[in-house]
């Protein structure tokens, strides 16, 4: 949901080509209202990780999550030392790269497997 929004405020002007730019896309306006209009149009004003805030640029909203400490908690990966801002994007993260922790161990041999149908159907 698209919140009323003040208008942009923060360095949008490019300097070297006098264009207002759109700080998700590559595109680039003569006049801050067409950017403005381009932002509204798409609905890709930054927001806030946490509240339903929205911001005239990325800068403004990093800083409004400074201040409140809005950041979004973070997710580890339980092997290596990323993290991501979804457990669903941490999951996705360690199925790809293999980086799930083995957490059953076998009564048996003590190999140690990720699933417990696994150890199972090994005895």
Not at 5 to 28: D, H, K, Q, R
Not at 49 to 75: I, K, N
Not at 80 to 85: H, N, Q, V, W
Request: charged residues 20%; aromatic residues 8%; contains cysteine.
């Amino acid at each position: 949901m698209l919140q009323i929004t003040p208008p942009l405020s923060g360095p949008v002007l490019a300097s070297s080509s006098n264009m207002y730019e759109c700080e998700t896309y590559t595109a680039a306006f003569h006049h801050r209202k067409h950017l403005e209009g381009h932002m509204g149009d798409h609905d890709h004003w930054p927001e806030c990780e946490t509240c339903p805030r929205t911001f005239g640029t990325q800068r403004a909203c990093d800083q409004h999550m400074d201040d409140t400490d809005h950041w979004a908690p973070l997710f580890d990966c339980e092997t290596c030392t990323k993290d991501f801002g979804s457990q669903n994007a941490t999951n996705q993260h360690m199925t790809a790269v293999g980086h799930w922790a083995p957490k059953f161990s076998c009564e048996i041999c003590s190999k140690k497997f990720l699933l417990a149908t696994v150890q199972i159907r090994i005895k």
